[in-house]
């Protein structure tokens, strides 16, 4: 394959990823914002945020897994030039949106009960509730929002969704500061002033969302009266559904991966957090990345250009493995000094350092199999990638981890040398059922 083709795809992939990336940091920076306005509070507001978290973030993961096939749908529709089917998905998606935004909203509320059961600080608990029922509502903004940056991004129009995401952290930083201060007449709420902060927040940027959908004028095709049918929204979810499993699998191997590492005690945990900190930064791109591929190759498939598919896909990977592959280098080389920016403490330093020589590769791998999903999700496969992940996660790389750290003596650099083996091949198959989907005999264009 050229290179020259190859090289063409570069700017109007990250020209959708760059806005993508940039969606997914704000969204990122409500937590980050309740954590640095109640640090002052002390340690149980800061712990009430990291349990809520851990809760919420699974379940905020399989809300936007099971809706990332409507970024699909469009993107197909779009490239093929049939704008008038996309009202019809976007209007199904919002019922699907808010049948999901509501079922994690429950699921949040039911866990509520068994957190004693599971050995949570009582002075915690104490404190806890009102915030997590305000970030259980949450979701439903959240969920809903999803749906329309799914749109806007799956009709070129990226920095729209982006522009609503940095809305909710603008109203959310002097909206937590009111409420968990009380300025004027506001009261002090602390701890539950920054979870409504949080739903107000999320709440008025779908609403300027909506509001731009029904007022804008640009946005005159994408709300013609379409129906709404069960079929239709049931057929969405089937296609999200093994996305939102294996972000759930995902999320949960990592969760099981940080206990694991727990076992060799405090430092070693401080150490792995201070590794995730910095990966989750960087890790970032290769989502955005993901999402645009996945967006480019519906747009291409349902433009009848299958011949572009490959390159479309190339390119990504190629930005993807080049960007984590730097930053491989950087943490591989000069990961002491990364770690001493986020904590002052040798040992934890000393113990970051080395866990970043194997987790920078594992981020790698995980970018190629990351990429290679999102082109999958463009050509509609969903299920076997989802598969392929679940596997390589619990099946191999937990297990793997496990001999590696306690077996072999590798200590926490073991758990991430598992996932670098599991990921990897996983990259490697899901690269194999590509080449496969994407073969003349295999694909029609719509």
Do not use: C
């Amino acid at each position: 394959m050229p290179v020259r083709s190859l090289w063409r795809e570069v700017p109007p992939t990250l020209g959708l990823a760059v806005p993508i990336v940039a969606g997914i940091g704000a969204s990122t920076l409500l937590g980050v914002t309740d954590s640095v306005m109640l640090a002052p509070l002390g340690p149980l507001p800061l712990a009430a945020v990291g349990l809520t978290n851990a809760v919420a973030v699974i379940l905020y993961a399989a809300i936007y897994g099971l809706l990332a096939a409507l970024s699909v749908r469009i993107g197909a529709a779009h490239g093929a030039g049939q704008g008038r089917q996309i009202p019809a998905i976007l209007r199904n998606g919002l019922v699907l949106g808010a049948v999901a935004g509501v079922a994690g909203m429950v699921l949040m509320l039911a866990v509520w009960p068994f957190l004693p059961l599971l050995g949570q600080p009582q002075e915690v608990l104490a404190i806890l509730l009102p915030y997590w029922v305000t970030i259980a509502l949450a979701m439903v903004p959240f969920s809903l929002l999803t749906v329309f940056k799914s749109t806007f991004e799956a009709v070129d129009r990226p920095w729209l969704g982006t522009g609503f995401a940095v809305l909710a952290v603008i109203i959310n930083v002097p909206l937590n500061y009111a409420l968990i201060w009380g300025i004027g007449p506001l009261p002090m709420l602390g701890l539950t002033g920054a979870g409504v902060a949080t739903l107000a927040a999320e709440s008025l940027a779908l609403l300027a969302a909506w509001g731009f959908w029904l007022r804008g004028r640009s946005m005159r095709r994408l709300r013609l009266r379409a129906a709404v049918s069960a079929a239709t929204v049931a057929s969405v979810a089937r296609e999200g559904a093994p996305l939102g499993l294996m972000y759930i699998a995902e999320t949960g191997a990592m969760a099981v991966g940080t206990l694991m590492i727990g076992t060799f005690g405090a430092v070693a945990l401080a150490g792995n957090q201070v590794a995730m900190s910095v990966g989750g930064l960087l890790y970032m791109v290769p989502l955005g990345v993901a999402g645009a591929v996945a967006i480019r190759v519906a747009q291409a498939r349902g433009a009848g250009n299958i011949a572009a598919l490959r390159p479309i896909t190339w390119a990504a990977l190629g930005l993807v493995t080049l960007w984590l592959a730097a930053a491989a280098a950087v943490l591989g080389l000069e990961g002491r000094t990364v770690a001493s920016w986020i904590t002052s403490e040798p040992e934890v330093i000393s113990i970051a350092a080395t866990i970043f020589l194997v987790f920078a590769t594992a981020q790698v791998m995980d970018g190629v199999q990351s990429t290679m999903t999102g082109a999958l999700r463009g050509v509609s496969d969903t299920a076997f990638p989802a598969l392929v992940s679940m596997l390589a996660y619990w099946g191999l790389g937990l297990p793997l981890g496990w001999v590696l750290a306690q077996g072999a003596g590798l200590g926490p650099a073991g758990v991430w040398a598992g996932f670098v083996i599991a990921l990897g091949l996983a990259g490697g198959v899901l690269v194999w059922r590509f080449l496969r989907q994407t073969g003349p005999a295999r694909l029609t264009p719509t």
